[in-house]
């Protein structure tokens, strides 16, 4: 059997310039919970920005874009990585992309990703 021992490719990072926004996923870290007040839901932990690929931006090596993300105690950040999307957007009646989307349409710092397509104004 013959092994290949080149070393691999890296991405050259440029589609990560696009998606990546530090300041953004900062100010939704201050933000209160998505399911704070929900019913069936005690917030619990830290306060994590959550991404996830409702939006169809997920690509390989790739999380979505940090401007689709919502801010989610990490008792429900793991939740919903635990039962999967669809299933805990049902249980809480909330939609994650449109969360995101208006979110990232009251960022302060939305005027940074102004020239990217498909972010939100």
Known sequence: MRVDVRPRKQNSG??????KFPNHLAWLRKRPCLLAGRAGHVCTGVMEASHSDADGMKGVSL????YHAV???????REKDTIGLCTWQVKYGVDHFEAGRAYGKAS????????VEGAPR
């Open 14 to 19: 440029k589609a990560d310039a696009d998606r």
């Open 63 to 66: 999380k979505s874009p940090d």
């Open 71 to 77: 801010p989610l105690c990490s008792g429900a950040h």
């Open 108 to 115: 302060p710092h939305r005027a940074r990703w102004a020239h």
